[in-house]
């Protein structure tokens, strides 16, 4: 039976992993190959790295950081941060990523999404989607938000969500900007909306605290994968913990050890 | 050391695969020119994309004449993905379109429906893969049992003859053969270069198969 995955994040700034909260404050967690081989080791499905402070300066340092987790670990790798043009993709796939993340430029280049997946193939095209609430849980809707949660963009989340994987992206990216840092969980009405509009896998991001909200995303929010980043980088639980944890649910995942 | 040509069409990033390989203990080129392929002692023919562009390409290169050829001399043969479905007669993704047809057989998409009834595609994650009860396992795929493997696929392999089946693996209640092979090929739908320990066990008893 395929496994739902668990997959640490590591945000990235100029080559080192840092974790913002709400994406405002930065705090350094360290080395991104060690981090790697650290989640290689506890059984991590799937590696995220997200450079939150990409810019065309820094882009070799970010192609380089991919190459050097390449060589050490063998397991799949997704990137995202700063990607605005089918160069930046092939850049990344070249450096050895598998999956490419996407977010602001899917919204203003739309046709890049559908180009790009033509191109490399769905499965290594992920859209990235930070959501917000907007209005109140009766009558409101999610918005699309870009530029790490600063920019409205008036798009309705859960369709622009449908409209990518009807583009061709394998995978929709889907991080709640207001659970976000908070602790408190998922958004599990936000989550569970996009896995039943798209045909395309989901992950959910934004607001692990505990083990059971990576239950609640996988359950509740019928996600394929879930993301966390702070829990796992600040040691609160292991990768392996966390399995152990879902599989006492009735969750499938991979036990490795 | 073992010489290893890793087949290069110019389709996607080979660098994990080449790495992965190196990491099990083969020397490993990068091979694009067809007449190259016969100073190795083995090959391994990866890919993600399209099947189209895939057999488009190894045809336009003659690596799929040289493939054929030194499969027939013996030369272990390893497909990965693409790679595998790229064996088959033909394909049917959006298209009919032929393949290289060295195991006789369909590639096929996953039905549309998948999606509705909660199975996302791609297939893309960690499975199983199952052995047959009635038959020795591969050696090169020993290492494989008990473990799940990386796949992303959308597509998968309708083999005519089930001898040819090495291990099977299944999606949404669709069984889909996840390993096949016969004499010096073997070739599997998921990939060992991201199956992390597991993976990278096959590798290296690839490396080391004498079949």
Request: aromatic share 8%; glycine share 10%; charged share 20%.
């Amino acid at each position: 039976m395929l496994s739902k995955r668990i997959i640490p994040c590591l945000d990235v700034a100029h080559g080192r992993v840092v974790k913002g909260v709400q994406f405002v404050d930065i705090i350094d967690a360290g080395d991104p190959v060690e981090a790697a081989i650290k989640y290689d080791e506890q059984g991590a499905d799937e590696l995220t790295f997200l450079d939150i402070r990409a810019s065309h300066e820094n882009r070799d340092t970010l192609y380089h950081m991919v190459s050097e987790v390449a060589e050490h670990v063998f397991m799949p790798l997704t990137v995202g941060g700063g990607v605005k043009a089918l160069k930046d993709i092939e850049g990344l796939l070249h450096a050895g990523a598998d999956k490419i993340s996407i977010n602001t430029a899917a919204i203003f280049n739309p046709d890049l999404v559908k180009e790009a997946a033509e191109r490399f193939g769905s499965s290594t095209i992920v859209v990235a989607v930070d959501a917000k609430r907007v209005g109140d849980a009766l009558n409101g809707h999610w918005e699309c938000f870009t530029h790490g949660g600063r920019k409205p963009t008036g798009l309705n989340a859960v369709e622009w969500a449908k409209r990518m994987s009807d583009d061709g992206a394998g995978e929709i990216l889907l991080t709640s900007m207001d659970a976000d840092g908070t602790k408190h969980g998922y958004d599990i009405p936000l989550t569970r909306a996009v896995s039943e509009a798209v045909s395309s896998n989901v992950v959910a991001s934004g607001g692990v605290g505990t083990l059971e909200h990576l239950a609640e995303g996988l359950r509740d929010g019928k996600a394929d994968a879930v993301l966390a980043a702070s829990i796992f980088h600040f040691g609160t639980f292991s990768i392996a913990e966390s399995k152990q944890y879902l599989a006492a649910q009735g969750i499938p995942v991979r036990l490795t050890a | 050391m073992t010489k290893l040509a890793l087949i290069d069409y110019g389709m996607g990033n080979l660098h994990s695969v080449a790495k992965a390989l190196e990491k099990s203990g083969a020397s490993v080129d990068l091979v694009q020119d067809a007449a190259a392929l016969q100073h190795y002692d083995r090959m391994v023919l990866p890919g993600v994309g399209a099947f189209r562009d895939c057999i488009s390409a190894l045809k336009k290169t003659g690596l799929d004449v040289a493939i054929e050829h030194q499969i027939r001399q013996g030369m272990p043969f390893l497909g990965i993905c693409l790679g595998m479905q790229a064996l088959m007669s033909q394909s049917y993704e959006f298209a009919c379109y032929d393949g290289l047809n060295i195991i006789s057989g369909d590639v096929k998409p996953f039905p549309e429906s998948h999606p509705k009834r909660g199975f996302k595609l791609p297939h893309m994650g960690w499975n199983d893969v199952v052995f047959s009860s009635e038959r020795d396992i591969h050696p090169v795929l020993a290492p494989l049992q008990g473990k799940q493997v990386y796949y992303v696929h959308s597509l998968y392999c309708v083999p005519e003859k089930p001898e040819h089946i090495l291990a099977a693996s299944s999606y949404g209640d669709y069984p889909f053969a996840c390993a096949i092979g016969r004499e010096n090929i073997l070739a599997v739908q998921f990939h060992p270069e991201k199956s992390q320990q597991a993976g990278l066990a096959m590798l290296k008893s690839f490396v080391e198969w004498k079949p």
